[in-house]
């Protein structure tokens, strides 16, 4: 099996897309530490891992705190020996735009989500470097923090930190040969349940069925089952090599967001004054003015949601 003899820490795993990222490394072979906040979700996630002959142990703790991180390292160690694999998936929302974002909101998004991958991250790094681990990182990213989206500014920032850190820490792992990427999912949750463009991909995926062609190839979005390959093949000893990546996948869709880079450049003799900048900069600028923020296409008639 892709992954037998390993060991790998899912954080906020007791649901939704970090479910089925644990599921997916078990089914091949990977001894799993499912871990949320919910004890009786984690308990429930383990026992779906146990029924289909995977071996998985729940760490019960909020993702943010060092205490917390070096907790899930030990879960690992001590109920499978060791530790390979980590996967930082755990997340809130505390969406505001920006006049109505409390400090508490910013903060409790950038806790469980930003630092809550630093201090998982460290903690797992420590570990590999000890015992000359050659370790797979999995950092869970998002669109917002590629593009923006309104109402997240605390979810944008710590999304767009995630891959900020991947990259550092590309570098910093390279010697010791632990490959650290992010994924940038794109997959039914429970908050898409709850926007009508996404109404008929939902339902279908909930009857059982497909989701048609337009929700899994035009958009890219899918299910988490769509997610959880990435996440396997990246954990594998078959992805060596491949670091500092930041890897979109949903639905049909695989892509590899580029790491920002100029798009355009031009050079002024004597440096940009305000007086060049009114004139010459203006015009470079806006002839190739960036987008933010995700456009959606049109949805199909058939497609369009039901009438309230």
């Known amino acids: 099996m892709l992954l037998e003899g390993k060991t790998a820490i899912v954080t906020g795993s007791g649901a939704g897309l970090g479910l089925a990222y644990a599921q997916e490394l078990a089914r091949h072979g990977a001894a799993v530490v499912v871990n949320d906040v919910d004890a009786e979700a984690a308990a429930s996630a383990v026992a779906s891992i146990r029924s289909e002959g995977g071996r998985a142990a729940a760490c019960v703790a909020p993702v943010g705190s060092a205490e917390a991180a070096e907790q899930l390292v030990s879960t690992a160690v001590e109920e499978f020996g060791g530790l390979d694999i980590l996967v930082t998936n755990a997340g809130i929302l505390r969406d505001r735009s920006l006049l109505k974002m409390s400090d508490e909101d910013f903060d409790a998004v950038i806790d469980v989500h930003l630092r809550g991958t630093f201090t998982t991250v460290r903690a797992a790094y420590a570990h590999f470097k000890a015992q000359q681990v050659r370790g797979r990182i999995i950092c869970i990213g998002s669109p917002t923090g590629q593009r923006g989206t309104f109402g ?157």
């Open 152 to 308: 997240q500014t605390n979810y944008a920032a710590a999304k767009a930190g995630i891959v900020g850190m991947v990259r550092t820490w590309a570098l910093e792992m390279r010697r010791s040969e632990v490959c650290v990427n992010a994924v940038i999912p794109v997959a039914a949750t429970a908050m898409t349940k709850t926007v009508p463009y996404f109404q008929k991909a939902v339902e279908a995926d909930e009857r059982g069925e497909p989701m048609p062609d337009f929700f899994r190839k035009t958009l890219g979005f899918g299910t988490a089952d769509d997610v959880a390959g990435l996440i396997a093949f990246l954990a594998s000893d078959q992805a060596q090599g491949i670091s500092g990546q930041a890897i979109g996948i949903g639905g049909d869709r695989l892509q590899l967001w580029s790491h920002p880079e100029p798009v355009v450049e031009e050079l002024h003799d004597g440096g940009w004054t305000v007086e060049a900048l009114q004139d010459a900069g203006r015009r470079l600028i806006e002839a190739d003015l960036q987008t933010v923020g995700e456009s959606m296409p049109e949805l199909p008639d058939e497609l369009r949601p039901d009438p309230a």
